[in-house]
């Protein structure tokens, strides 16, 4: 069985609270329509992708700039990123005009290509935030430089820092649940481009501490 979603993410990057549910729910479908059918595929595709979407934060998987595809074989995935899609439309043709009038993208902007543009090092003069996030058993903690947020991990957590988790499990013995307004603002980086991690398994732990909040 051959199985297509075309659009799979938004234009804007703007996705709604619990993101997560979107690929939990494409997968169960997937499985629900290919059961006991070996060989059968899925492919996903969408014009626009940032490294930070939830499909790739929650399966863990972000491509290599160096090769088209990037093969998960642990995982039974691939990601593939075109060579020269974005002159698909030519910048003078009546319909790039049209795009324009309607302030819509014309997919041909140079941006694209840098989907790996989250990951970056935490800057000299970068200062720590008062407080450590607690998600999945690994500690992490955000740096502020020039109003930009840089996200590490961390081993040890220094004496009088408090700890926050979205997990309630991992709640208790001075650890706190993170507040609404930390996810707002998390949200608010993410919207003006504004968050930045050192590589991308952080991305993956941070992007879906905010993708599976309700």
Known sequence: MLCVFDEMLPEDGRY????????KGLLSLMESMTRGREGSMLFVFSNYVN?????????????????EVTVFRDKACCIQVPRGYKRARK???KLSRL???GHMP???????DKMLSLISKIPNGAKPMPYIVLTDEQFYREYVHKGKSYWTQVRDVPNGVPVFTNNVKESGAGVYMLQRSFYKRLQEDVDLD???FVN???????MNVLYDHV
């Open 16 to 23: 709604k609270p619990n993101a997560a549910m979107c690929v």
């Open 51 to 67: 490294a930070g979407n939830p499909y790739w934060c929650k399966l863990e998987i972000c491509n290599d700039p160096r090769y």
């Open 91 to 93: 910048q003078d043709s």
């Open 99 to 101: 795009m324009r009038a």
């Open 106 to 112: 014309l997919y041909e902007d140079e941006k694209e």
């Open 194 to 196: 504004m968050i930045r």
């Open 200 to 206: 991308p398994n952080v991305m993956f732990k941070i």
